[in-house]
């Protein structure tokens, strides 16, 4: 049976506390491997996948290395993405210059409706492809559906997130 670390001996965002590191890594590799599928990059979803399984929901670049097993740059790139969509937040670490990167309990929020400026662009660009092509043509039905469907999911998110936030509140309690 193998020692497992004080919890005094671990870093704040470490993901050992009392637990298997190979059981944490697995969950990491597994939920990062789904996240690739949906479409995001290895290296960020990898970053993601550890800092959300940390305990803390806090881990430095150093960390994220460590358990990675990954070069400073791979993070720093990763970071870079994953905060750009808002999944998690740059912080300096106090006392220090190190950055820290959290993941919020809101983070799909943020994710999500961050994603309300992108689809209306998607949905003004798609209305001028379909001025150019004509409504009427095989191309132009396509894109008008294409549009219909963003103007759908933007008018619903709003409406989801707010039952969402309700439904946080009975299961959590208020934040």
Request: cysteine-free.
């Amino acid at each position: 049976m193998t020692e497992q670390p004080s919890p005094e001996s671990v870093s704040p965002g470490s993901t050992t506390r009392g637990r298997d590191e190979a059981v944490v890594s697995a969950f990491v590799e597994r939920f990062a491997a789904q996240l690739v599928e949906a479409g995001m990059a290895r290296m960020p979803a990898r970053v993601f996948a550890a800092t959300l399984a940390s305990d803390t929901g806090v881990m430095t670049a150093a960390e994220l290395g460590q358990q990675l097993k990954v070069s400073p740059a791979a993070v720093s790139g990763a970071v870079r993405y994953l905060a750009q969509v808002h999944m998690v937040s740059r912080e300096r670490e106090p006392g220090s210059r190190r950055e820290r990167y959290r993941v919020h309990a809101d983070q799909w929020y943020e994710a999500l409706t961050s994603r309300d400026q992108i689809m209306r662009r998607w949905e003004d660009t798609l209305r001028d492809g379909v001025e150019s092509l004509g409504q009427e043509s095989p191309a132009g039905e396509r894109l008008t559906e294409t549009m219909e469907f963003f103007a759908f999911v933007k008018r619903e998110l709003p409406l989801m997130m707010e039952r969402w936030r309700a439904h946080r509140e009975k299961l959590f309690g208020p934040e």
